[in-house]
């Protein structure tokens, strides 16, 4: 029998969110009152903004859950009650759309983003020059490349490609450490755990604590592709209404501020 629960980590990250949008209000509202949004770890500054604008202009509940996209796919597969889903590939929307998990009709492309090196602000490297052969070696040193996990986390499966397509993979692939999210990957380079790290472009943009030093060509990786839908037989006025949202100019400065292309 499937599981009908989220995991610790989501429902503690859930309470969490209902008691900072409720706070001063004297109320506390159950889930089952709010919009709920799964949505890819690298898009948690930008949807939670756009979360509080979507309650401000509609007096609806939005209630987020961020992880990385297989984590969230599969908890909506067993039953979590989301109601819209952002993924931060094509393969975890694929992977629900093909068990009809998703509303037809409901899903597009929203957002495109970049891959690309950090390392602490500190770091004495300045530039990596990102080329066919190049050398990692020498920049991780005897500790670890931190990047997400390439056997699901969107971001780690897109730098695997580049890096297999660079030839470079090969040689590094001992030396990953294998973050749950991108967000984890991001945070063992800010606190200087690994010297060197492989994240989007959007979650270096967001963090004084690293730099970033080079970016994969485009060419090197399929497209990076945000696609949203709402969860099979979730659709209703306030599901459609956030959608709208997403996909109106407002959201599209705020995706911008935080360093997505907007499809």
């Given at each position: 029998?499937?599981?009908?629960?989220?995991?610790?980590?989501?429902?503690?990250?859930?309470?969490?969110?209902?008691?900072?949008?409720?706070?001063?209000?004297?109320?506390?509202?159950?889930?089952?009152?709010?919009?709920?949004?799964?949505?890819?770890?690298?898009?948690?500054?930008?949807?939670?903004?756009?979360?509080?604008?979507?309650?401000?202009?509609?007096?609806?509940?939005?209630?987020?859950?961020?992880?990385?996209?297989?984590?969230?796919?599969?908890?909506?597969?067993?039953?979590?009650?989301?109601?819209?889903?952002?993924?931060?590939?094509?393969?975890?929307?694929?992977?629900?759309?093909?068990?009809?998990?998703?509303?037809?009709?409901?899903?597009?492309?929203?957002?495109?983003?970049?891959?690309?090196?950090?390392?602490?602000?500190?770091?004495?490297?300045?530039?990596?020059?990102?080329?066919?052969?190049?050398?990692?070696?020498?920049?991780?040193?005897?500790?670890?490349?931190?990047?997400?996990?390439?056997?699901?986390?969107?971001?780690?499966?897109?730098?695997?490609?580049?890096?297999?397509?660079?030839?470079?993979?090969?040689?590094?692939?001992?030396?990953?450490?294998?973050?749950?999210?991108?967000?984890?990957?991001?945070?063992?380079?800010?606190?200087?755990?690994?010297?060197?790290?492989?994240?989007?472009?959007?979650?270096?943009?967001?963090?004084?604590?690293v730099r970033v030093v080079g970016t994969f060509p485009e060419t090197s990786h399929p497209p990076i592709v945000y696609p949203v839908a709402i969860v099979a037989g979730k659709q209703s006025p306030a599901t459609d209404r956030f959608m709208a949202l997403l996909q109106s100019p407002e959201a599209k400065s705020i995706f911008e501020k935080y360093g997505f292309a907007v499809r």
């Open positions: 029998m499937k599981q009908k629960f989220l995991s610790r980590s989501a429902v503690a990250g859930a309470l969490a969110t209902i008691l900072v949008l409720t706070a001063g209000t004297g109320l506390v509202w159950a889930a089952s009152d709010a919009v709920t949004v799964f949505a890819a770890a690298s898009t948690t500054n930008a949807v939670t903004e756009i979360g509080a604008l979507f309650s401000q202009r509609n007096e609806e509940r939005f209630l987020p859950s961020f992880a990385s996209s297989s984590t969230l796919a599969k908890q909506i597969d067993n039953g979590a009650p989301a109601d819209i889903y952002i993924s931060a590939n094509k393969k975890w929307m694929d992977y629900l759309e093909e068990k009809k998990m998703i509303e037809p009709g409901t899903r597009i492309d929203l957002l495109s983003n970049r891959i690309v090196l950090i390392v602490p602000a500190g770091s004495s490297v300045d530039h990596i020059a990102i080329a066919p052969g190049f050398d990692l070696l020498p920049f991780i040193g005897d500790s670890r490349l931190s990047m997400g996990d390439p056997d699901h986390v969107p971001a780690g499966i897109y730098g695997k490609q580049a890096l297999e397509s660079l030839g470079v993979w090969a040689a590094v692939e001992s030396h990953v450490a294998r973050a749950k999210d991108v967000r984890a990957a991001l945070a063992l380079v800010e606190q200087g755990e690994a010297p060197l790290g492989l994240v989007y472009a959007t979650d270096a943009a967001i963090s004084k604590k």
